[in-house]
């Protein structure tokens, strides 16, 4: 499998930094996935799962995240996003407590712009709990 240098970067920290050989992300309209010697271009990213692997045989690694961008260039892939953490990392009972914040800032009177913050919040809480059930240790 060929390669390319794939980045991913959230506002906090560089979450991956390294080789990979195919990158799936979640852009606004569906998925795509990004293998080595790929045409350049920009992508808008939604908040949700991206999937990428270092080598052919090995499983799919996984994070969870915010909304961003994809920058694709001479064979680099820079990935840009507000944040990005591994499912199994996430909390569930803070994700719970987003959730019902997000709940409750929705019933409240509200601007636009606080509003549509408002269902960002809840999308993001959503998506949080939904990835951290499938890791959960039973």
């Known amino acids: 499998?060929?390669?390319?240098?794939?980045?991913?970067?959230a506002s906090d920290k560089v979450f991956y930094s390294g080789k990979c050989g195919i990158i799936v992300v979640p852009a606004l309209d569906g998925e795509?996935?990004?293998m080595s010697h790929h045409e350049d271009m920009v992508i808008a990213t939604k908040e949700g799962e991206v999937r990428f692997k270092?080598?052919?045989e090995e499983d799919y690694r996984r994070a969870?995240?915010?909304?961003?961008?994809?920058?694709?260039a001479n064979n680099r892939v820079t990935m840009l996003v507000d944040t990005a953490e591994r499912p199994e990392d996430i909390?569930?009972?803070?994700?719970?407590?987003a959730l019902e914040r997000a709940k409750e800032q929705l019933r409240q009177k509200q601007s636009i712009q606080e509003y549509h913050v408002s269902?960002?919040?809840?999308a993001r809480a959503i998506l949080?709990?939904?990835?951290?059930g499938k890791y959960e240790v039973k």
């Open 1 to 9: 499998m060929n390669t390319f240098n794939l980045k991913i970067i």
């Open 32 to 34: 795509i996935a990004i």
């Open 54 to 56: 270092e080598k052919e």
């Open 64 to 72: 969870v995240v915010g909304i961003g961008f994809v920058h694709i």
């Open 91 to 97: 909390d569930r009972v803070r994700a719970e407590q």
């Open 119 to 122: 269902q960002a919040s809840l």
């Open 128 to 132: 949080r709990l939904k990835e951290a």
